[in-house]
């Protein structure tokens, strides 16, 4: 298990506990974390599941994948270069126990 | 409240039939638009709202029982206030009324109807297609039907050569079974993609070891004792080996409630650019509706997740009558097709006539079909070519253009270019 913490704007936080190998988009469209929507069910096609990683936790996650980059320059809110990532990409378990993300206040 | 019928109803019950993307979406712009009325949502299926694209590609490349992907997470209805009937289907539409029938015998009211009933597969009608063995793929049950077949049979064969097909062909092929698919069109996807760029697909099929059969329609099924499909004869007369059949024929939409209370219906149910039927009352949206499209020229039906989820974005402000701009829906359509390692893009709508330009080189394995008409960009096709499509999405999306020559040359920054088209520069 992995476990996962979503920060919001207004000071809230979802924390989830994730199966190994699910996304954090699956974990939290089927747990109702406000704000992320994985329009396209997790292929890295339609940039609504963008999270931007706290720093601390960035190491060990896995290369952005030309797909996921492409994807990143479309985000809805503003690409962080070192920090913005699609959540569809992240699997729990996949170089970390533990992650802190921060949802964007719109993904459309 | 009971208004006379000859101005639209102040919405205060919205009832929308269909739980699919589409309507999902629409009561989640109702309630973020501020709806504060009622909202019942009907949907036939006795599953939780879930997303129909996985099902077609992760779910049969999974292991072992593979979940569906929800809609939204199980609190959504509650925590949105919205009345929830799954496994109910509407039976009748009184728009004198304002109620709809459903299956279980209740009536519901509206001050606001929504149509929202997506398609149904087409039915195949070929001698043996009563046998044991042939599955459609729509529906989660259908998925979980097919996925449980594959870890036990040998031979696959797939009827139609479209999205669906080829999506599952390529899955099936990872799995490493013997794949052999029946298309009667001269190439696959004919419907929705360039001759140059169905062709390459046909080739990168034929290389993935599909068995990719052209000009080759289904003819007639053969069966072995027990009732169980066997082999599939094609409209050239050969025969195929087939421990299971897919078909993926296209799908028809859903429009027999409109047929059958009298609302126009040509090519799916007739929408304005509002998504408003010719009842002022009643909305229509998604795989079913035929709305006038901006970017087709022309009125259209289209089958996608974008389509489905913006137009449901637009029919909630045309319902609360909240559009800051125009009325008129322009939203650019674009759609994907994930087959194993072919990742297709498609931004806007091309036509057949439509000037076609090649970006990059098909023989790398990645490249991009712009789509002219009349001197003007409409359309790019991306294989495999991400930066192509998010770049021709920012362009077409402006109403803006390049020329075939900077499509063509290498040289040309697309990227740089489209996000100045963004900015509006």
Not at chain 1, 78 to 85: I, L, Q
Request: glycine share 10%; charged share 25%.
């Amino acid at each position: 298990m992995a476990k996962v913490s979503f920060h919001h704007n207004d000071g809230s936080v979802d924390v989830l506990d994730v199966d190994p190998g699910t996304s954090l988009m699956r974990a939290a469209v089927t747990n109702g974390v406000a704000g992320i929507v994985g329009e396209c069910g997790g292929q890295a096609m339609c940039a609504t599941c963008h999270v931007y990683v706290r720093p601390e936790y960035l190491d060990g996650l896995p290369e952005i994948s030309e797909d996921e980059e492409e994807m990143l320059e479309c985000t809805a809110d503003p690409r962080d270069e070192d920090r913005s990532r699609l959540g569809c990409q992240i699997k729990a378990g996949e170089g970390f126990d533990e992650i802190e993300v921060d949802v964007p206040a719109s993904q459309i | 409240m009971t208004a006379a019928p000859s101005t639209p109803q102040d919405p205060q019950n919205i009832v929308i039939v269909g739980n699919g993307q589409a309507g999902i979406q629409l009561v989640d712009s109702l309630r973020k638009e501020g709806y504060a009325g009622t909202i019942t949502v009907i949907g036939e299926e006795t599953h939780f709202p879930y997303q129909r694209p996985p099902l077609s590609k992760d779910f049969m490349a999974a292991d072992k029982e593979p979940k569906p992907l929800p809609l939204r997470a199980e609190k959504f209805f509650t925590d949105n206030d919205v009345d929830s009937r799954l496994g109910v289907r509407v039976t009748a539409i009184d728009r004198a009324g304002h109620t709809v029938s459903l299956s279980d015998g209740s009536r519901v009211g509206y001050t606001t109807l929504v149509l929202a009933t997506g398609a149904a597969n087409r039915e195949l009608n070929v001698p043996g297609s009563g046998l044991e063995g042939i599955y459609g793929l729509r529906t989660l049950a259908d998925a979980e039907a097919v996925h449980a077949r594959l870890d036990t049979v040998r031979s696959v064969v797939v009827i139609g050569a479209g999205f669906i097909g080829l999506e599952f062909a390529a899955a099936a092929r990872k799995r490493g079974l013997d794949v052999t698919v029946l298309e009667y069109a001269d190439r696959p996807m004919a419907r929705a993609l360039s001759p140059v760029m169905g062709n390459w697909f046909a080739q990168a099929h034929r290389n993935m070891g599909v068995d990719l059969r052209l000009g080759e329609g289904i003819a007639s099924f053969t069966g072995d004792d027990s009732g169980h499909v066997a082999a599939a004869v094609s409209t050239t007369g050969d025969t195929y080996p087939a421990d299971m059949v897919l078909v993926g024929i296209g799908v028809i939409p859903r429009t027999e409630l409109a047929e059958q209370t009298g609302l126009a219906v040509a090519n799916g149910i007739t929408v304005d650019s509002a998504m408003r039927t010719d009842d002022e009352d009643i909305y229509a949206l998604g795989d079913c509706a035929n709305y006038p499209s901006h970017h087709a020229e022309a009125r259209t039906r289209l089958e996608s997740v974008q389509n489905a989820t913006d137009q449901a974005r637009h029919t909630a402000k045309s319902i609360l009558d909240t559009h800051d701009g125009g009325r008129d829906y322009t939203e650019l359509p674009w759609f994907w097709s994930t087959q194993g390692d072919l990742r297709l893009q498609i931004a806007g709508i091309a036509h057949p006539e439509d000037e076609t330009v090649l970006r990059g080189n098909p023989d790398d394995g990645k490249f991009s079909v712009f789509c002219f008409r009349s001197g003007r960009l409409v359309a790019v096709e991306s294989v495999n070519q991400p930066a192509d499509h998010m770049a021709a999405r920012r362009v077409l999306s402006q109403g803006r253009t390049l020329t075939p020559e900077q499509a063509a040359d290498p040289e040309f920054d697309f990227k740089t270019y489209s996000k100045a088209a963004a900015a509006g520069v």
